[in-house]
């Protein structure tokens, strides 16, 4: 567990934000914990889709559903979080610059990081990364020792006006341009 200049602990999605600089230009919108278990997809999958409903166009609501379904079902099945007793996910999602930022956090590997597969055409699996390099306008990966393994991605999105009142009538208090 990490504790913060102030003695208090700092959640793994905290330590992510502080050591990756994608984040400061971001407005975040939300985070939650999931068990490392497969039946989880489809609970990330309803979590976001209820978290962006009304803050962003329905295909990219779509498009990060879908991504986001990839990216945790390879935390599950290639991490630390779906392997050991009590793994866990972590998915951040935020708004800024005309962007979706989708990131999904897990307890990494001691074997391997994440990375777009070679596949063959009749194998079952192995295409979520390839998904999201196809798809996202960018993606990468991050790891840190304590807080874990992110991978992230960006899809575009015209906003809706619940985030612009969130943000200000004018969004003048907005996040500017993405950079990573």
Do not use: K
């Not at 567990?1 to 050591?19: F, K, L």
């Not at 050991?84 to 610059?97: A, D, F, K, N, R």
């Not at 992110?150 to 341009?177: I, K, Q, Y």
């Amino acid at each position: 567990m990490n504790v913060n200049a102030y003695g208090q602990a700092t959640c793994r999605y905290e330590r992510q934000r502080v050591t990756a600089g994608r984040w400061a230009v971001l407005h975040p919108l939300g985070h939650a914990e999931f068990a490392g278990l497969a039946c989880s997809v489809a609970t990330v999958r309803a979590w976001a889709r209820d978290l962006l409903t009304g803050r962003v166009d329905a295909s990219a609501l779509d498009d990060v559903v879908l991504l986001l379904s990839e990216v945790v079902t390879n935390s599950v099945v290639h991490s630390d979080s779906g392997w050991t007793t009590g793994g866990s996910i972590t998915v951040c999602l935020g708004l800024g610059g005309g962007m979706i930022h989708a990131e999904v956090i897990d307890d990494g590997s001691a074997t391997s990081l994440p990375f777009v597969r070679a596949t063959d055409f009749d194998s079952d699996g192995g295409r979520g990364l390839l998904l999201v390099e196809a798809m996202a306008t960018a993606w990468g990966t991050h790891h840190d020792p304590e807080a874990g393994t992110a991978v992230w991605f960006h899809l575009p999105t015209n906003e809706t006006n619940r985030t612009d009142r969130a943000n200000g009538a004018n969004g003048a208090d907005g996040p500017g341009s993405l950079s990573n």
